[in-house]
């Protein structure tokens, strides 16, 4: 995509928005997303496609929906996989321009938006089921079913479609001097409605969600340590999970926050206008991989789904060795019988 001298490329949860500059002088910013971006975006698409896949696979294939975690951990998986969906279109998209027609601009960023959302409200439903089976073991009893647990992932999807219903609304397919896909909303609340929407994703992408996590998991470390069978792989993984989130979303929140205040003209110079529109296409870089990363912490951490997936490996190898050998020995059969065939045919 070429960079021109009208417009200023700003990215944001992973889409292009085009805003006019109103200074007379325009700023003009090196479009480096234009091979930065597919190649990350590229790699993440291969490796969280590969990962929860995986998850699936075992989920499906070994495991019961017996609680809610199984249900949670099984939503979590869909969910990456509905954002990691929109990653190739994004890939191209960030490399040339926008070519999928406006269904497809809807869908597309739809997908992302709902991906993004549900992805990190599995990510906290699945802390307090974490925090009541071991801080409120007696009443988790009753609560940890896979009843529960579907009523409440279907309220975590209803909530994701209703937090990004606002963009995908006004999403579409934009001609200009090139071809764009990006919220066009009313000139009247241009202003209101473009803040409203980072402000949002900061509220209810990291401070509810980290705040939650931090609760739950503050509880369950003390709980864990007054317990005298305490395995410090155990208290490790609960930090892990806690640092992982906070490591990946938190810059990406606070640049978009700093980019949500351009709208007001807290910053004006172009070269703030440069920086921050180069740190938002590392940090939601940096963000994405979380999906990628869910698979290894909440999943594949744990002994249990390990010794699924190695069962399950171990069968589709056999099974392959199986089906290589199977033709040969049908062919072997075919031939002794046709000589067989043949032999009696000659002694008639």
């Not at 939503?75 to 279109?89: K, T």
């Not at 991906?115 to 906290?124: C, L």
């Not at 009753?142 to 994701?160: D, H, M």
């Not at 010794?307 to 049908?330: E, G, M, V, Y």
């Amino acid at each position: 995509m070429d960079t021109t001298t009208e417009y200023v490329y700003i990215y944001s949860e992973g889409e292009i928005d085009y805003d006019s500059l109103a200074e007379h002088a325009p700023c003009v910013k090196d479009n480096i997303g234009s091979t930065f971006l597919p190649t990350v975006y590229s790699l993440l698409f291969v490796s969280g496609l590969l990962g929860n896949t995986l998850v699936l696979w075992v989920l499906i294939r070994c495991v019961k929906l017996r609680s809610m975690t199984d249900v949670s951990l099984l939503n979590l998986a869909v969910s990456d996989l509905l954002f990691v969906f929109s990653l190739p279109f994004l890939a191209y998209y960030a490399k040339d321009q926008w070519l999928f027609g406006d269904v497809m601009c809807k869908i597309i960023l739809g997908c992302y938006s709902i991906g993004f959302y549900s992805g990190i409200f599995f990510v906290t439903l699945m802390s307090i089921d974490r925090y009541l089976a071991i801080v409120h073991a007696v009443y988790a009893l009753r609560t940890r079913t896979v009843k529960y647990g579907t009523i409440a992932s279907i309220v975590v999807w209803i909530a994701s479609f209703l937090v990004s219903f606002p963009e995908i609304i006004y999403n579409q397919e934009i001609n200009d001097n090139i071809t764009t896909c990006r919220p066009k909303y009313p000139d009247s609340n241009l202003k209101t409605l473009k803040a409203l929407h980072i402000f949002k994703m900061n509220v209810l992408g990291l401070l509810i969600p980290f705040g939650i996590m931090v609760f739950c998991y503050s509880c369950i470390i003390k709980r864990l340590l007054s317990c005298r069978s305490i395995k410090k792989q155990t208290i490790k993984l609960v930090f892990l999970v806690v640092i992982v989130f906070f490591f990946f979303w938190t810059p990406y929140n606070i640049v978009s926050f700093l980019d949500a205040l351009q709208v007001f003209h807290v910053f004006d110079d172009c070269e703030t206008n440069k920086r921050l529109d180069l740190s938002l296409q590392v940090t939601e870089s940096i963000a994405y991989v979380h999906c990628c990363l869910n698979p290894l912490i909440y999943v594949f951490a744990g002994e249990k789904f390990q010794k699924h997936l190695a069962r399950l490996l171990l069968r589709f190898i056999d099974c392959k060795i199986l089906r290589n050998l199977q033709p040969t020995t049908s062919s072997v059969y075919s031939r002794s019988t046709s000589i067989v065939e043949h032999s009696s045919g000659v002694y008639n």
